[in-house]
């Protein structure tokens, strides 16, 4: 066995009721793009939109400035033009055509950070952003960062969590919450419009599987980031393991 650098992380689907959320451990050595594939592997994301990570770099670096500098210092700081980019937020995002460069954020490749470089203190704040449409939002904290002799395949993995995840295309938190009242509720037109559109007569949005989803971790990350980065199709092989074929 080998010595890694262990991440553990709690995960939350922001502002949904009742929650949903993870908590689970991966290998720093991954870059902050396949922590994205691992995040929709938890959160049931299938690989159908974009995707990136904010951090609010210039908060951070505001906070420790406020220690060391009175506020009339710490304006004139600030007031120098070299302070400009510092304190932007950072964007982990893959390129594609067309990125949207806000004025405030200072944009990163994620395919070429690792986290073990830019995450160096408990407890560290970031959120995922997927989907910018629906606008699913996943806030992470990390919880511990340790070295440990592990081997490396045990990695990620969820220690524990609560909910199924999302729905792709339902809305965002809107649309998910009217699709679990309607399933809840089990009759009227929009019971009969979503049970026609999800091909099932029943969803519990309250079941939580973390046997599934740590076999799902070993397999659909490696899928989701040949078509993000590599941009291959998925097999029907591939689409059938995402679809859970392997339980019909």
């Known amino acids: ?10 995960s939350e689907l922001e502002d949904y009721t009742p929650k949903i ?16 594939y ?3 592997t938890m959160f049931e994301m299938q690989a159908s939109h974009l995707f990136c990570f904010t951090y609010d770099y210039g908060a951070e670096i505001l906070k420790d400035m406020r220690k060391r500098y009175s506020d009339e210092d710490l304006e004139k700081v600030l007031g120098k033009s070299d302070f400009a980019d510092l304190m932007k937020s950072w964007r982990f995002e893959l390129p594609f055509e067309d990125i949207y460069e806000n004025e405030n954020e200072k944009w990163h490749d994620a395919s070429k950070y690792r986290l073990k470089d830019i995450a160096d203190r408990v407890p560290w704040q970031f959120t995922f952003k997927y989907d910018y449409g629906d606008g699913w939002r996943v806030s992470l904290t990390l919880e511990s ?4 002799e592990i081997y490396a395949g045990e990695l990620p993995r969820v220690l524990e969590g ?19 009242k309607a399933f809840k509720k ?28 740590n076999f799902r971790l070993k397999k659909l990350p490696r899928i989701y980031k040949e078509c993000y980065e590599y941009g291959y199709e998925p097999t029907q092989r591939s689409i059938d393991l995402i679809e859970r074929k392997y339980k019909k």
């Open 145 to 148: 960062c340790e070295k440990i």
């Open 1 to 10: 066995m080998a010595i890694h650098p262990v991440y553990r992380f709690y």
């Open 162 to 180: 609560e909910g199924f995840g999302i729905i792709e295309d339902c809305g965002g938190v809107g649309g998910l919450e009217d699709l679990a």
């Open 21 to 36: 959320w993870r908590r689970f451990e991966v290998n720093g050595s991954k870059t902050m793009a396949e922590l994205g």
């Open 186 to 213: 089990k009759k009227g037109r929009q019971y009969d419009e979503y049970r026609e559109w999800l091909g099932t007569d029943d969803l519990d949005l309250s079941v939580f599987d973390i046997d599934d989803i």
């Open 38 to 40: 691992i995040l929709m």
